[in-house]
């Protein structure tokens, strides 16, 4: 089970970190993924993390302004994206693709005050 933190709303250029807490599985044995959901738009992957070595991966489009973290003693991932602007309003999904099927998060609703 993957459960994110709540909604959040940010001022434009202001940063934000959303926790992803992960149980019912051993956590370093997936990687998680960041994806995110714009209003009338597509899936958009963001990247993932190893939990067990940090080692990331993050999309193009992010790279620049993305950083994901594990913390092992918590069992918890968190992507934290910074220079937010209004494309940012979106939600924002973890998940972890399994040996058979992929568990995802609840969603945190991430809004960009206009």
């Known amino acids: 089970q993957l459960v994110q933190s709540g909604a959040e709303l940010r001022n434009p250029g202001a940063s934000v970190k959303v926790s992803c807490k992960a149980s019912?599985?051993?956590?370093?044995?997936?990687?998680i993924h960041w994806v995110r959901q714009a209003p009338g738009r597509e899936l958009e992957w963001m990247g993932r993390?190893?939990?067990?070595?940090?080692?990331?991966k993050y999309a193009r489009n992010f790279q620049d302004r993305v950083t994901f973290t594990a913390d092992t003693s918590t069992n918890t991932a968190y992507v934290e994206l910074g220079g937010l602007r209004s494309g940012d309003t979106a939600v924002y999904y973890c998940?972890?693709?399994?040996?058979?099927?992929?568990?995802w998060g609840q969603g945190t609703q991430v809004t960009l005050s206009s």
């Open positions: 998940a972890r693709p399994g040996a058979y099927d992929v568990s």
């Open positions: 993390i190893d939990p067990e070595h940090g080692g990331t």
């Open positions: 019912g599985y051993t956590f370093t044995s997936y990687y």
